[in-house]
């Protein structure tokens, strides 16, 4: 968040202002995805844990992709910095995108040990974030 000002002040990487708002509706796209998957999980959460009485969720958004919340994270993350005006700061943008995909390695192993039905879920949904694609 500290590099987007700075690029824009100094000029480093300029974004013509019709780009920032393509990139603004990016963002707003990611955050319309991650609202609509807290709303279909109630067990979503920024804690890679397991709760008592925890039950899967298949439907909706997570009937296409086993963690659309994180979909939306990325897309959020992407658009953020064009939205700002900042190409350069697309740098940590990417890296804060691949740092997700990481942590979805962690969680995919931490559901498969600790809830019912993941691995037959992760049959029929096959797809982590992005369907026909990854």
């Known amino acids: 968040m500290l590099l987007p000002p700075f690029d824009y002040r100094y000029q480093w990487s300029p974004i013509p202002f019709i780009v920032e708002i393509v990139g603004l509706a990016i963002m707003n796209i990611g955050l319309i995805i991650m609202v609509i998957a807290m709303v279909q999980n109630a067990y979503a959460s920024k804690l890679l844990d397991i709760n ?53 390695k962690f969680e995919e192993n931490m559901l498969i040990e600790g809830m019912d039905g993941y691995e037959e879920y992760r049959t029929r949904v096959k797809y982590k974030i992005v369907p026909k694609i990854y």
């Open 52 to 104: 008592k009485g925890q039950k899967l969720i298949d439907t909706g958004l997570y009937s296409h992709v086993r963690h659309p919340l994180y979909t939306g994270a990325i897309i959020m993350i992407i658009g953020l910095p064009i939205a700002l005006g900042s190409w350069l700061s697309l740098i940590p943008a990417i890296i804060g995108a691949v740092a997700i995909i990481i942590r979805i």
